[in-house]
C-alpha cells in the first residue's frame, strides 16, 4: 500500500513539474500584441515589418503590431502628409485602424508611441500609463525637456515601464565601445544630420540620433555644454565630471552621415556605420518581455539637457552652460 501511495505521489509531482514546464514555455513563446500611436514617420512602418513579417532579412520574433492609431502631429507639414499613405499600407498589411487611444489600449500589451512630433507626447503617453502599458516612445521623446521629466515623473508614480532612444544608441561598435571593447573610454566625437524643426529645440528633431551615439560610447556625467553654430553646421562640446570631453557635429551640408570616433586607454575605435533598426527593435522586444528598460531614465534625461543646454549656449553666443542648471530649470528634483 506504501508502495502505492509513493508511486502515486512521484506522478503527482511528474505531472505538476511538467504542467509547470509548459507554462513556463508558453508565457516564454507568448507573442506580445503591440499597438503603435502614430503614423507620421517612416519608423512606424518599418517597425512593423520587422516585428511581423517573419520572411523579413532583420526580423525580430516576440511581437506582432495588431493595432495603430493614425493620429499624429498636428501641424507639422513633413509628419501629417505621410499619415493618409502610411494608414493604407498598415491596412494592407492586415493591422487594424482604430480611431482612438483608448480603442487602441484595449487590444494590446504593450505600445509604440511613434508620433514623429515630440511635443503631444505628454498628451498621448498619459493613457498609455493608466492603463499600465509598457511604452517605447520614439524620439524625441517630448518637445521640451520639461516635458521628458514630467512623462518619467509619472510613469514612475504609475509604476509603468518607459523606454526612449534613437536608433544610433546600436550603431555599430557602440555598445562593444562601452562595454570595454577600447578599455576606459577617454573622450568621442560623433556626428549625424541636424536638420532643424522650428517647433523644436535644435538638436531634439534630428541631432539627437548623433548625441545618442555620443552618450552611448561616452556614458552620462556630462556637466559643461558650449555650442558654436552656423547656417549648415553645429559643434557642441560637453565636458563631463571626470574630464573627459565629448563633441558632436550636427550636420546640415555635404555628406551627413552617422559615424564617429572613440578614444580609450587601450585603443581608438570608428564606431558606425548605422546598423539599421533591427538592433533596436531587438531591445524593444526584450523590454516589452522583461519590463526592464535597457537606457536608464537619468542617462536619456540628460541626452535632453545636453541639447537643450546647447540651445541655452547658442542662445549666449557661444558661452558654456551648465547641465545641471538646465535640468532645474526644467523642473527635475534629484
Known sequence: MKRLVKLNSLLMLALISCFASADAQEK???????????????????FAKVLNDSSHASHVPGCKVVAAYPKGSPDIESSTSRVAGYTK????????????????????DAVLLETNDGRPHLEQVRPVLKAGKPVFIDKPIAGSLS???TI????????????SASSLRYIKFGQEVRDGLIGEVTGADTY??????????????????????????????CEEVTRVT??????????????????????????????????????????GPYAGYAPL????????????????????LEIYAFMEAADESKRQGGKPVSVQEVMQKAGWKE
Open 152 to 163: 518619467f515623473a509619472e510613469a514612475e508614480e504609475l509604476g509603468v515601464p518607459v523606454f
Open 230 to 271: 552656423s547656417k549648415d553646421y553645429d559643434l557642441v562640446v560637453g565636458k563631463w565630471k571626470d574630464g573627459r570631453i565629448g563633441t558632436f557635429r550636427g550636420l546640415r551640408a555635404g555628406s551627413r552621415g552617422y559615424g564617429g570616433t572613440a578614444f580609450g586607454t587601450k585603443g581608438t575605435k570608428v564606431i
Open 89 to 108: 499600407l498598415f491596412e494592407e498589411m492586415g493591422i487594424e485602424i482604430v480611431d482612438s487611444i483608448p480603442a487602441l489600449l484595449l487590444k494590446v
Open 28 to 46: 516564454e513563446t507568448k507573442i506580445l500584441r503591440i499597438g503603435i500611436i502614430g503614423l507620421d514617420t517612416s519608423h512606424a512602418p518599418a
Open 192 to 221: 549625424s544630420p541636424a536638420s532643424l524643426e522650428a517647433t523644436h529645440p535644435d538638436l531634439f528633431w534630428y541631432g539627437i540620433h548623433g548625441v545618442e551615439a555620443l552618450f552611448t560610447v561616452m556614458g552620462p556625467g
Open 147 to 149: 516635458d521628458a521629466i
Open 281 to 300: 527593435v531587438a531591445e524593444i522586444v526584450t523590454f516589452f518581455q522583461t519590463g526592464k528598460a535597457p537606457v536608464s531614465k537619468e542617462e536619456t
